[in-house]
């Protein structure tokens, strides 16, 4: 029987035919976005959004509306829309880039956090994979920029040189002056062969034996959140809350992949109670060997099977070494795709659907570089209070410090249980010397 990657790549081909540079395969990362999308009610994308403010007046939106068209005509992944063309997922790719900058006004009573949040819902999925959001805080004498997009055309490995690529060409003499045609082509050619060699990869590593890995591995899984209910959302509150914490890093460098998972099993444990098998989905992966670093979504989500049962460990220790030995065989079988994992899991008898009772990200500060416009420097924020796919998301950064933050669906769960799970992680990941840098 064809592996499920066999079987797109032979639907996609049937269906570009001749029209190979305007409609492009996607990736096993995008057809899960996709997916997650067509599964949701409302169709609501799964975004990526970075804010910045920068002093009042200093930026100018004609310039900045240019910088934006420049870095989409130069990235295919950038000016294309993900969706479905007669069932199968693709990459369609317009004649002339384009990258939408919009200023929300603010309705009474609305702060400029509240015009994000609103302009952010009313996404349209039929609309650029960039866009661009200028929305202006008087009482603070700033203004915020949102660069936001969509998760299908970009993972998070690309969001530094997307930051840094936007300042370039809001910096360059005439960034309104046209990309060369052939520099555009070369870069549609480069972005095809990553997709076409990480596809190859894919289908290559979706082997019978693969199968029956993920099979046994995640067998256990079942989705342990409650179902959500809006209802329990207080009145007038946001769809989501928001916890973070700084705290020391630890000797010798940051905690180990492995340590974080295990670290996460204390959270877990808080929000879903013992005795249980979490899904815990995280992005691991990179482009194919030898192709050119285009922009995209090539990261694969994992998935990692968090047992929250009392004896194994609350965190970094002796316990998580059992960790890392299953967290290195996984990764001997990272390349089979979300989809055809969840397939392999289903066929064996388990109940899990594929959904996910947590999301954690991990980065480095020192690939999260500011966003410069003209010499200035906008300094990074959040805008909480925006709905979370998973009931909770963790987002870990290291590099002098550790930097934790973690979201949650208030219609799944509480508040008072997300602060006990946070405060969890929190000791979990606390140096046992404070004093430690």
Known sequence: MLSITSQYLARYRRLAGDRSDTLLPVTGAQRRFV???????????????????FPYGAIDPERLRAAARRLAARHTALRSRVGVVRGT???????????????????PGESPADAIRRALASWDAQGPAMRLLLVSDEEREEDILAVVLDHAACDGRSLARIVDELGAAYDEDDP???????????????YRDAVLGQLAAEERAETPEAAAYWADRLRALDTHAPAPRPARVPEGARPSGAAQARLPAHEGGGVSFPGLLDAC?????????????????????????????????????????VDTGRGSGPGPGPGSEGTADAWWDDLDRADVPFDAVVTAVRSAGSR????????????????RPPLKLAGVEGREIHVDGRPVRAPFALSVTQGAEIRLRMVWDRAVLDDETAHRAFDALTHALRPSDPTVR
């Open 176 to 190: 309104a002056a046209p990309t060369a045609p052939e520099e555009t082509h070369a870069e549609l050619a480069a």
């Open 265 to 305: 099993r204390a959270a877990t444990r808080e929000l879903y109670g013992t005795d249980r098998t979490v899904p815990l989905g995280y992005p691991w992966g990179g482009r194919p060997t030898g192709a050119e670093p285009v922009i995209g979504c090539f990261l694969n989500t994992l998935v990692f099977p």
């Open 35 to 53: 997916l997650v999308r067509s599964l949701d009610p409302s169709g609501r994308p799964d975004l990526v959004p970075m804010f910045f403010a």
């Open 89 to 107: 997922p693709v990459l369609s790719v317009p004649a002339d880039p384009d990258a939408v900058v919009t200023r929300p006004d603010l309705r």
């Open 352 to 367: 899990w659907t594929g959904g996910l009772d947590g999301l954690l990200t991990v980065d480095d500060d020192t690939r």
